[in-house]
């Protein structure tokens, strides 16, 4: 344990219970930061009311039964309890941290997580919105596995469905191994158009395509196999996006919709069989108490549509199946836009009633928020056409390279070229991760890339000035050394160190990857400050020097493991 706040906390919920009597055990003593103390304790306030008494004299009562605290204690205002580490205590804390191979991080007892992220479309480009799942989806898979989770990654990718009939027919007559073909693996959407131009040109072809719908369904076995090679170019062109991206997800990880095809029927007999569905208009619907849609009718979760066919609804009634029972969850995650929540609403609690989602396991919606352009609508090109995913992450790199080739231009050519990408991704991914997952905001590369602000470059900027602190010392970053902590903005630092463990852990718990992107970007802020006004490889002493310089490698790693909790990496000079 290494954050103060966790050592603290239990001693004061003791000292609360012993204040106030048994009834009061186990309470939440509020530790907060203060500017007035390195933490304060805010539980007063709230336990006044409890026991009839007021704030400051409940606060003198549990000081009264505190003992020895590795801490000075001071009530104030009208009843917070200010605590001041003692400079020796962070200093041991400091060294536990330093010699702490996951740097604070706890192990949390094991549950399995699938999550489900991601789910770009087969013969579709992939927009700004599944930029923001796989990012954020990835941020967590990376987080939750480090913080001892099994995380079971499902790409719920669109493989199945009417258009594949028109897709099919339109491979066949451009050829399988055609240059038009293989748009699917570069520019999924211009081989999507001239598919549905056909479609909506030639009868012929319509009806060709709606006999594949047919065939497809059936199992038939050459269709299956056109259907698994259109699958498998879309999948060389989601994996180049991926690999550019720097996302963990491979196609071990694909478990697209087609996977539950044969799980369908048996939903909707087994939801007809509970009496839970009933036949409305010759679709098969469950009707929840409390749906209702406009003019205060009933709202039904469709699960077999009047035509026969699947849709959303029923294979996401089969993942919640699959995950429960084949893969054992006990935390189910769904990275995906917001304006779903009605949808997974009434597809959990259809679950819930059915039997096939236990009270014991947690399904979270991880809402996902609009990406906006700079006229506050969903992002387009400036000729209006929906962005190129891959064509936004190659401006991203160019503009990246245009940036260290003004600001390092003594840098040898590969240098700078190995850099920019890590650059121009870190800068979108840190911008996408760095505001609340379900708020909406403006893509906008310029900021995206300043180094200055609360973004990936200046993050990244960090790391690679401590990379040169240890060239121009000529040694490799190391903080073996023990840290001594004289100066406010050393101790400052240290405190910032030693909350790494729980930031990351609160991460885990509320699924906010953009907690440890403030976290880091405040750490990043405090080594500036200790820079600035704390000599580094001019300190006064050897000694000073080598604890100075431990200070900064053990941010250094803090930094790295942080940025790579996120899916960021870091350049080593910049
Ligand atoms: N393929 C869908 C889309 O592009 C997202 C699927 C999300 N996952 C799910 N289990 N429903 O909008």
């Given at each position: 344990m290494a954050d103060p706040r966790d050592v603290l906390s239990p001693a004061l919920s003791a000292a609360i219970a012993r204040a106030l009597g048994p009834d009061f055990e186990g309470t939440d003593p509020v530790l907060r930061p203060s500017q007035y103390a390195d933490v304060q304790a805010n539980a007063a306030l709230a336990l006044a009311k409890r026991v009839g008494a007021n704030p400051r004299e409940v606060a003198t009562r549990v000081v009264a039964e505190?003992?020895?605290?590795?801490a000075a204690v001071e009530i104030s205002g009208p009843g917070f309890l200010n605590l001041t580490y003692d400079d020796a205590w962070v200093t041991s804390l400091l060294g536990d941290l330093a010699a702490d191979p996951r740097l604070g991080v706890p192990v949390q007892e094991t549950q399995v997580v699938p999550i489900d992220y991601s789910a770009p479309n087969v013969a579709k480009e992939m927009h700004v919105g599944h930029l923001r799942t796989t990012v954020v989806g990835d941020a967590l898979a990376r987080t939750l596995e480090h913080l001892g989770h099994r995380v079971v990654r499902q790409n719920h990718i669109g493989d199945w469905g009417t258009p594949f009939g028109m897709l099919i027919e339109h491979l066949l007559a451009v050829g399988e191994n055609s240059e038009e073909a293989l748009l699917l693996e570069s520019d999924p959407n211009a081989f999507y158009q001239a598919a549905r131009a056909q479609f909506d040109g030639d009868e012929a072809f319509a009806t060709r395509a709606r006999a594949r719908v047919v065939a497809l369904q059936a199992g038939d076995e050459e269709t299956l196999r056109l259907w698994t090679e259109l699958v498998g170019l879309s999948r060389h062109y989601f994996n180049r996006i991926y690999s550019t991206l720097g996302v963990t997800l491979t196609d071990d990880d694909l478990a697209g919709e087609s996977t539950y095809n044969d799980d369908l029927a048996g939903i909707c007999d087994e939801l007809e069989a509970k009496g839970l569905a009933t036949i409305s208009d010759g679709a098969l619907c469950v009707f929840l108490d409390g749906y209702t849609g406009r003019e205060g009718k009933p709202q039904p979760l469709i699960i077999?549509?009047?035509?026969g066919g699947y849709g959303y609804a029923t294979t996401d009634l089969a993942t919640i199946r699959h995950r429960v029972e084949r893969l054992g969850a006990d935390r189910c995650l769904y990275v995906i836009g917001a304006p779903q929540a009605l949808h997974l609403e009434m597809v959990w609690k259809t679950a819930r009633l059915a039997g096939w989602l236990p009270d014991h396991v947690e399904v979270v919606h991880v809402k996902i928020g609009n990406v906006l352009g700079e006229d506050r609508k969903i992002l387009r090109t400036r000729s209006g056409a929906p962005l190129r995913l891959m064509a936004l992450l190659e401006e991203a790199q160019a503009n990246a390279r245009r940036e260290v080739d003004a600001s390092r231009p003594e840098l040898p050519e590969e240098t700078r070229a190995a850099i920019a990408p890590v650059v121009g991704i870190g800068a979108v991914k840190y911008a996408d991760l760095s505001?609340?997952?379900d708020s909406e905001y403006v893509f906008d590369l310029d900021r995206m890339l300043a180094?200055?602000?609360?973004?990936g470059p200046y993050l990244q900027y960090a790391t690679a000035r401590i990379h040169s602190i240890f060239r121009s010392a000529g040694e490799p970053p190391s903080y073996d050394a023990p840290i001594t902590l004289g100066e406010p903005a050393e101790r400052a630092l240290a405190l910032r160190l030693l909350s790494f463990g729980t930031v990351v852990a609160e991460v885990g718990d509320s699924l906010e990857p953009h907690r440890l992107c403030t976290y880091l970007f405040d750490l990043a802020q405090d080594f500036s400050g200790f820079y600035e006004h704390c000599p580094v490889l001019?300190?006064?002493t050897p000694e000073l020097r080598a604890s100075r310089l431990s200070l900064a490698a053990l941010t250094l790693a803090v930094l790295s493991r942080g940025l790579d909790l996120l899916g960021i990496e870091t350049p080593p000079q910049m």
């Open positions: 505190l003992g020895d605290l590795p077999r549509k009047s035509d505001v609340a997952h180094f200055v602000g609360n973004t001019k300190a006064a």
